[in-house]
């Protein structure tokens, strides 16, 4: 586009990927500046947090995917959702945003590039005090924790909540909300994630290469199990007679990843006066406002894991791949 890149530039540097696969499919290229469409702005990309979601859209597995990214190959070619930058240009009909804001929020149409097109509803004004790459790190993986607690658990103040993969982007996010909702938190993690799982508010931390916590007597009104481990019926012995169990883990098998599970929790809540409900997270600008307040009043503060840059937005991938991050894995541009 014209006139929208640094000096009229009409290409910016994006990772790009013309096939499903590991990380290595992805190649630093040189490609066209996106047009921003009606109600769309152009943002200058500052900094693009990953997670196991954009993992998994990479390599196009559980294939159920590529029925929404593409059957044979990646529909949009440049991976990434999450994004904060500065607004670069903005399309026609757009009147809440102009050149110059700092936003956050989330694209389609991948964000690990120097430009990404995005719709001015999925963006909110970045918190003063609050970095490019913090603000990166939100979206996907706050929206999701405080969709679990809020609206899916219904976490009161006083209730317990456990969270497994309490180190993770989700859990980290996940812990210092429900503390927000008012609840006594358990955080569960590995050693070396003690610490940082503390540091977040948690009230009780579970080692869980020391302690299984389906195994002890406590017992927890909600779980959000962001790591599923352990068989459903297993975690549901921690849960109390009316309790509510999230199971929050994209793994699973090949063709179908978690729905296998999800289908089955489903199924297994009609019998049982426990609940068991799957989430899939919903971009509402509206609960990304809300993300912001705490931002902004500190009640919720990104962990950030690793950053990379652009060109090595390959190793960003392959170690969100892995599983162990601590917190959250940015791209800066
Ligand atoms: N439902 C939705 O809409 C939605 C949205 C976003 C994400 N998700 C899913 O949510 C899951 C979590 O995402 P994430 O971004 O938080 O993943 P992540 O950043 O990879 O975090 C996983 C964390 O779990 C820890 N962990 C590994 N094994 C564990 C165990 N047995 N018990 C407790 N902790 C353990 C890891 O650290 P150590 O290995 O060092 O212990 C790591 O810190 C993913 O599967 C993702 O696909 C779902």
Redesign the pocket.
């Known amino acids: 586009m014209p006139g929208a890149g640094p000096a009229g530039a009409a290409t910016m540097r994006a990772a790009v990927q013309h096939r499903y696969g590991p990380p290595s499919v992805l190649a630093s290229s040189e490609v066209g500046i996106p047009l921003p469409g009606r109600g769309d702005v152009l943002v200058q990309v500052g900094a693009a947090a990953v997670?196991?979601?954009d993992y998994?859209v990479m390599t196009g597995e559980p294939y159920v995917l590529r029925l929404v990214f593409g059957l044979r190959r990646p529909r949009h070619g440049i991976p990434g959702r999450d994004l904060a930058g500065v607004v670069a240009a903005v399309g026609k009909d757009v009147t809440a945003l102009r050149r110059g804001d700092e936003v956050f929020g989330w694209s389609t149409a991948g964000t690990l590039a120097e430009y990404a097109c995005v719709p001015a509803d999925n963006l909110v004004s970045v918190p003063a005090d609050l970095s490019v790459v913090d603000a990166a790190a939100v979206p996907?993986?706050a929206l999701?924790a405080l969709q679990a607690l809020r609206d899916i658990a219904n976490v009161r103040p006083g209730q317990t909540v456990l969270v497994?993969?309490?180190?993770?982007?989700?859990?980290s996010f996940a812990v210092q909300i429900a503390k927000v909702l008012g609840a006594e938190v358990t955080g569960?993690?590995?050693t070396?994630?003690v610490d940082l799982v503390r540091s977040l508010r948690a009230d009780h931390v579970v080692d869980?290469t020391r302690t299984d916590f389906t195994r002890t007597e406590k017992r927890y009104d909600v779980i959000l199990d962001?790591?599923e481990?352990q068989p459903l019926a297993a975690v549901r012995r921690a849960l109390t007679p009316t309790g509510t169990l999230i199971p929050?883990?994209?793994?699973g098998g090949r063709w179908l990843g978690p729905l296998g599970r999800i289908v089955r929790a489903r199924m297994l809540s009609g019998f049982t006066r426990q609940q068991l409900k799957p989430?899939?997270?919903v971009e509402k600008r509206k609960d990304l406002l809300t993300l912001a307040d705490l931002l902004a009043t500190r009640q919720v503060t990104p962990v950030i894991d690793r950053t990379y840059p652009l060109d090595e937005a390959a190793d960003a991938l392959r170690y969100?791949g892995a599983?162990?991050?601590?917190g959250k894995v940015v791209v800066t541009v």
């Open positions: 997670h196991p979601g998994f996907t993986s999701t497994t993969g309490a180190s993770g982007g989700v859990g569960v993690c590995s070396r994630n869980y962001n790591v481990a929050n883990s994209g793994r989430l899939l997270s969100v599983g162990h991050t601590r």
